[in-house]
């Protein structure tokens, strides 16, 4: 076997193929957008270039063919709660059912990432937000992914395991039906904001876009501070983020609260375009973005997916969750817009998430793991990630 870094053209078509080829055998595997792919490896297009570095490896039999792949990389801005050791990830991991293969791209990423000056490495993660290919899948293998969402062989987990990555959280997905109705208390806390004076829902305007991102910048800013990252967002990357969206954003799933007039909580939610994306193998040229815009406005994608969801520590625990999805759910439900709502991902470390998914009566319907391995636990043992002090 030869493991080789990705520098020229051939190597990255590889590298892109060999994700499509370890799935094969699975008839719900979706395939990620080559473009976005190649996005998290290009400075000019990636901004955690400013904080990090990456490299990735494409790993080869004895006839030349592509068996696995694998990327590591730094991030000065990837920040746990409880770690205060540096920390490199690793992701875009794939190879055949082969403990000494995988180990091969593991020892690589490794020894690559002790040079670095890691001392532990996270993954499988992505050199971006956890929103994208964040996490190995270990459950719910029958079901097509939603966008963004990791998707692997089942085999993964024993390799990963298998070489001595130690499971440092859960991922869950949660899911319902869109009609299926609400818990009564939802209701209840909906009338009670409702007849209070300076309190408001409503969904975004795509013509007021820079408001909203405004507002999102705000609530996220706020809501996310106590999770330890320590990092913010601007009003103009979600605008960025917004005006790359609008093609396929529906204005009626995204929503915000209000009190007079303060942005105070946010319930962003869009059409999972992977049920456009299943369809373009990779491509997104002119047909793809045509045939995208054609199956949009039969009203193709019926499953709804959630991108964010929050709400700022002072109106915490008062029930501006419950007013702000119920409200939501009286423009959506009932209309046959979309079929089936699936949550982002919540980690164990976020019970009040998971509870609150749990509260509109979803069920699980994904579990991912988040693996670390410490390269001298002599130095630093492991500990599982520390579970969210919301009194912080």
Request: glycine share 8%.
């Amino acid at each position: 076997m030869q493991i080789k870094p990705v520098e020229k053209g051939a190597d990255i078509k590889a590298f892109l193929e060999v994700n499509a080829k370890m799935n094969a055998n699975n008839p719900n595997y979706i395939r990620p957008l080559n473009h976005e792919v190649e996005a998290v490896f290009n400075p000019k297009k990636n901004k955690l270039f400013k904080y990090g570095t990456i490299q990735r490896w494409i790993l080869q039999d004895y006839n030349g063919e592509t068996i696995g792949r694998i990327a590591a990389f730094t991030n000065k801005k990837y920040v746990n709660k409880g770690t205060d050791f540096p920390t490199g990830g690793i992701g875009f991991f794939d190879c055949i059912n082969d403990q000494q293969a995988a180990n091969l791209l593991f020892d690589t990423a490794k020894n690559w990432l002790i040079a670095q000056g890691m001392e532990a490495m996270d993954g499988p993660i992505n050199f971006g937000d956890r929103d994208k290919w964040w996490g190995l899948l270990v459950e719910g293998f029958d079901n097509e992914p939603v966008y963004g969402l990791s998707f692997n062989p089942p085999y993964y987990r024993q390799l990963f395991e298998g070489y001595g990555f130690q499971d440092y959280y859960n991922q869950f997905y949660y899911a319902m039906k869109v009609d299926d109705p609400l818990p009564a208390r939802f209701a209840e806390r909906y009338e009670k904001f409702k007849a209070k004076k300076g309190y408001e829902a409503r969904h975004a305007n795509l013509k007021e876009l820079e408001k909203y991102a405004a507002d999102f910048a705000s609530v996220y800013n706020q809501a996310w501070a106590q999770h330890g990252e320590a990092k913010e967002i601007t009003q103009e990357q979600v605008l960025k983020l917004f005006n790359s969206m609008k093609p396929i954003m529906d204005p009626r799933a995204i929503w915000f609260a209000y009190y007079n007039e303060e942005p105070i909580a946010m319930f962003i939610n869009i059409p999972d375009v992977n049920q456009y994306f299943k369809h373009f193998k990779g491509k997104f040229g002119w047909k793809e973005k045509l045939h995208l815009l054609w199956m949009k406005r039969r009203g193709a994608c019926k499953r709804l997916t959630g991108l964010a969801f929050g709400v700022i520590p002072k109106y915490q625990a008062l029930g501006i969750d419950s007013f702000l999805i119920y409200e939501s759910a009286l423009l959506i439900q009932g209309k046959g817009w979309y079929h089936t709502y699936e949550m982002g991902w919540a980690g164990d470390w976020n019970p009040k998430m998971i509870n609150i998914y749990k509260s509109l009566g979803a069920s699980q319907s994904r579990r991912l793991i988040t693996y670390r391995y410490i390269f001298d636990t002599q130095k630093h043992p492991f500990e599982r990630h520390p579970v969210m002090d919301y009194k912080q």
